[in-house]
């Protein structure tokens, strides 16, 4: 099972970025994915998931109403559009598959720095 994550970069306070994450060894459209972020010197917290039929989305309250979570289950892959950014959002971040009630299986992580 592989998820690879992409789409991070450098971006000035009140730009937009878009995260994808393409996974491959799993049945997609089975499993809950989500998203999930480090900033430097902080533990990872959940940012967003999306059940596997689209019709449930839950977000953090740091980003709800700047973040949207996407999924395509024809590609296999599940998307993050990150408006409105903040310094606060500076991370790396990373997707996550869940079938069941933990998290089986995380991406690498790609990088998002927010500049003031």
């Known amino acids: 099972v592989q998820l690879q994550a992409s789409g991070g970069g450098l971006v000035q306070t009140g730009g937009s970025l878009r995260l994808s994450c393409v996974t491959s060894?799993?049945?997609?459209?089975?499993?809950?994915l989500g998203w999930f972020r480090q900033a430097p010197g902080k533990e990872r917290e959940f940012v967003a998931s999306?059940?596997?039929?689209?019709?449930?989305?839950r977000y953090s309250d740091s980003v709800r109403g700047r973040f949207t979570i996407s999924r395509d289950n024809a590609k296999n892959t599940v998307y993050l559009q990150m408006n409105s950014l903040e310094p606060e959002d500076t991370g790396v971040y990373f997707c996550?598959?869940?079938?069941?009630?933990?998290?089986?299986?995380w991406g690498q992580g790609t990088l998002v720095t927010v500049s003031s």
């Open positions: 996550a598959a869940s079938w069941g009630n933990s998290w089986q299986y």
């Open positions: 999306i059940s596997n039929s689209s019709r449930m989305t």
């Open positions: 060894g799993l049945t997609f459209r089975r499993y809950t």
